[in-house]
C-alpha cells in the first residue's frame, strides 16, 4: 500500500526530533524514506553567509560512510536562486539552465535525480535538503506532493542542530578560556610568595594551619601588603583548588549594582536586567570567593551577606529559587572594623561571622628584610614583561636605600617603582635615585619613630602626639577611654585632624 503524506509527515518528524546530532536524524530519516521512494542519498545543506558558500552539514549515501562536513562556494546568482525556493523542485541536469544549471554542475547532478526541498523558518530560507536518486528522471509530481509536508520537521531539525552547534561552540570557548584562566592563575598562584621564609613566616604559618579547613578567613592588612596574593595562597593549598577562585572588590561595586553582583539576577528583574545572570557566589561554587575591601560594603549589603552566610543559600535577584551555597569566604580589610563598629559602619554580628581567623599581614616597614628578595623578583617579572631580555643588575647600595624607606604603599608600590626604574632605566646597574621618594616630596608623614624628636613644626607634634594617644587608646578614637576623650575633643573633629594629617586609623594601623 502506498505511504500517505500524514503518515510519512509523522515518520519523518518523529526521527527529525529523535537526535541533537543532526547526521544520526539524517541518518535515521533516509533509512525510512528509502522504503517509501527511490533514494540513494540526502545531503543536507544550509547557506554560510560568512563563507558565501553552501555549508554541508549531513550527508548520507547507501552503502558509503558518512562524510564530514563539506563546503561549496557558490556564487550571487546561485544564491540569490536558492532564496527564491519556496517548495519542493525536481532539478533536472539536463533540462536546468542558468543558476540551476551552475548548481547541478556543482552538486554533479548529471546521471542522477535530485529533489530539493528548500527549509524555512519564519520565512527565512535556513538551509535545503536534497533527496537523490542514482539515474534520470527517478522523481516525479507525486514524489513532490508526498514530499511537500517534510519541510518543516527537517527545518526543525535543522534549526534545533544549529542552536544545539551554536551552544556547544560557546560551551568549548568558554571551556576553553576557563582553562586559559585557571592556568593563569595556577602560574601566579605557583610563584613562591616572596619573604614566606622571612618576613611573612608567621603568616604563611598560619596559611598552613587554616588552608585544609573550611573556615571564614578575615585578612587584614593595610593596601598592597599582598593580602589577594596570601587569600590565593589559602586557595590553592586547599582542597577546592581546582573549583574557581573568585575575587570581589567590595568597594569598587556601585551599591545599586551590589546585589545582582554578589547574588546574580533572573530576567527581568529589573529595568536593563535583559538576561539572567549568576552572581560571583554562584560562580565560585565549590571553590573561594574572595571579598576583598570588605569595611566598603554598604550596610545595606552586609546585612544581606550575614543572611547568606548564616543560611549558606543564596537567591538571585527576582528569583524563587535557593540555591546552597558551598564555598570557602575569605575576606580583607585595610581598615580597623573594630573601630568601624563603634561608629555603626560595619556590623558586628557580620564581624563576628568574618572574624573566625583573623591573619594580619604586616607592612613592608615591619618586614624589611623582604625589600632586596622583591626587587630582585619584580626586576625579574616586570623586565619579563616588558620585553627586557636581559634583566639589569642592581646597583649596590641601592637594595639599602629601598629597604631604609618606609614604603606607605607596601609591595604594591615596590613593584610599581621597579616598573617605573626600569622604563626609566637608560643602562648600567638600577640605581633608584630618581624614583623612590624623598621624605620631603612624600605626601604622608613617615612613622612616628622616624619624625625628626624635637621638630618644632606644629603640625609634626601634633601627629606625633595623636599616634601616641592612640597608642595609649589602643586605637579606639570614640567613646570612653578612646583618643577622643583622652584629648578632649570631639571624635569626630579628631577624625578630621587625623585624615588632614595622614595619621592612620585604628588599632590595627597602629600595629603596621
Ligand atoms: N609576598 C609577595 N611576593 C610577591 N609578590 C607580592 C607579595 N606581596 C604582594 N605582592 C604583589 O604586590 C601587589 C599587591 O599585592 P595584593 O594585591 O595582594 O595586595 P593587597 O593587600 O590585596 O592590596 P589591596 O588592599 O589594595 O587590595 C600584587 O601585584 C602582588 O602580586
Known amino acids: 500500500m502506498a505511504i500517505q503524506r500524514d503518515e510519512l509527515f509523522r ?6 526530533c529523535s537526535s541533537l546530532d543532526i547526521a544520526v536524524a539524517v541518518k535515521r530519516i533516509f533509512e525510512y524514506l528509502r522504503e517509501h521512494i527511490p533514494l540513494d542519498a540526502i545531503h543536507l545543506d544550509i547557506f554560510d553567509t560568512q563563507l558565501s558558500a553552501l555549508r554541508r552539514i549531513a550527508y548520507v549515501a547507501h552503502g558509503e560512510d558518512t562524510t564530514t562536513e563539506q563546503i561549496i562556494p557558490l556564487t550571487e546568482t546561485v544564491w540569490e536562486w536558492g532564496r527564491a525556493l519556496t517548495k519542493p523542485m525536481i532539478v533536472d541536469a539536463r533540462k536546468a539552465s542558468g543558476p540551476g544549471k551552475t548548481i547541478a554542475d556543482l552538486v554533479k547532478l548529471a546521471g542522477n535525480s535530485d529533489l530539493v526541498i528548500p527549509l524555512r523558518v519564519e520565512n527565512e ?19 513532490v506532493e508526498l514530499l511537500s509536508g517534510v519541510a518543516d520537521p527537517f527545518a526543525l531539525a535543522l534549526a534545533n542542530a544549529l542552536s544545539y552547534r551554536e551552544v556547544l561552540r560557546y560551551r568549548d570557548i568558554l571551556l576553553d578560556d576557563n582553562r586559559f584562566l585557571n592556568r593563569e592563575l595556577l602560574s601566579r598562584a605557583g610563584d613562591d610568595i616572596i619573604g614566606g621564609n622571612t618576613g611573612l613566616r608567621n603568616v604563611m604559618e598560619m596559611v598552613r594551619q587554616v588552608a585544609p579547613l573550611n573556615n571564614t578567613v578575615l585578612l ?28 570581589v572588590n567590595c568597594g569598587a561595586i556601585p551599591e545599586s549594582l551590589i546585589d545582582s553582583e554578589l547574588f546574580g539576577h533572573e530576567k527581568g528583574a529589573f529595568t536593563g536586567a535583559l538576561t539572567a545572570k549568576r552572581g560571583r557566589f554562584e ?3 565549590g571553590g573561594t570567593i574572595f571579598l576583598d575591601e570588605i569595611g566598603e560594603l554598604p550596610l545595606q549589603a552586609q546585612v544581606r551577606l550575614l543572611r547568606v552566610l548564616q543560611n549558606r543559600e543564596i537567591e538571585r535577584v527576582g528569583g524563587e529559587r535557593t540555591l546552597p551555597l558551598d564555598i570557602r569566604v575569605i575576606a580583607a580589610t585595610h581598615r580597623n ?31 624589611k628584610e623582604d625589600v632586596p628578595a622583591l626587587t630582585r623578583h619584580f626586576v625579574a617579572q616586570k623586565s619579563l614583561e616588558l620585553g627586557i631580555a636581559t634583566p639589569p643588575a642592581i646597583a649596590p647600595g641601592a637594595l639599602e ?14 613593584e610599581n617603582l621597579v616598573e617605573r626604574e626600569l622604563i626609566r632605566h637608560g643602562g648600567g646597574p638600577l640605581k633608584f635615585e630618581a624614583t623612590l621618594p624623598h621624605k ?11 619624625v625628626r624628636a624635637g621638630s618644632l613644626n606644629l603640625d609634626e607634634v601634633v601627629y606625633r602626639h595623636i599616634v601616641r594617644v592612640l597608642k595609649i587608646a589602643k586605637g579606639k578614637i570614640h567613646g570612653p577611654g578612646g583618643a577622643g576623650e583622652l584629648l578632649g575633643v570631639n571624635p569626630n573633629t579628631l577624625r578630621g585632624r587625623m585624615d588632614k594629617l595622614g595619621v592612620k586609623y585604628g588599632r590595627v594601623k597602629r600595629e603596621f
Not at 515518520?11 to 527529525?16: F, G, Q
Not at 533527496?131 to 522523481?139: C, F, N, S, T
Not at 573601630?339 to 607592612?363: C, K, Y
Not at 620631603?440 to 619613630?449: G, H, L, M, Y
Request: glycine letters at 6%; a neutral charge.
Open 11 to 16: 515518520e519523518v518528524t518523529l526521527r527529525a
Open 125 to 143: 530560507l535556513i538551509g535545503v535538503v536534497a533527496l537523490r536518486a542514482y539515474g534520470e528522471e527517478k522523481y516525479g509530481p507525486e514524489h
Open 220 to 247: 587584614i592588612g593595610e593596601t598592597g601588603t599582598g593580602k589577594e596574593v596570601i587569600a590565593s595562597a589559602i586557595h590553592f593549598a586547599s582542597h577546592r583548588k581546582d573549583a574557581p577562585f573568585i575575587k
Open 283 to 285: 560562580r565560585a561554587a
Open 337 to 367: 572594623l573594630e573601630s568601624m563598629i563603634a561608629e555603626n559602619r560595619f556590623r558586628e554580628d557580620l564581624w563576628f561571622r568574618l572574624n573566625v581567623f583573623p591573619i594580619v599581614v604586616p607592612p613592608l616597614r615591619q618586614r
Open 401 to 414: 636605600r629601598l629597604s631604609n624607606y618606609h614604603w606607605p604603599g607596601n609591595v604594591r608600590e615596590l
Open 440 to 450: 620631603e616630596n612624600t605626601q604622608s608623614f613617615p612613622p612616628v619613630e622616624e
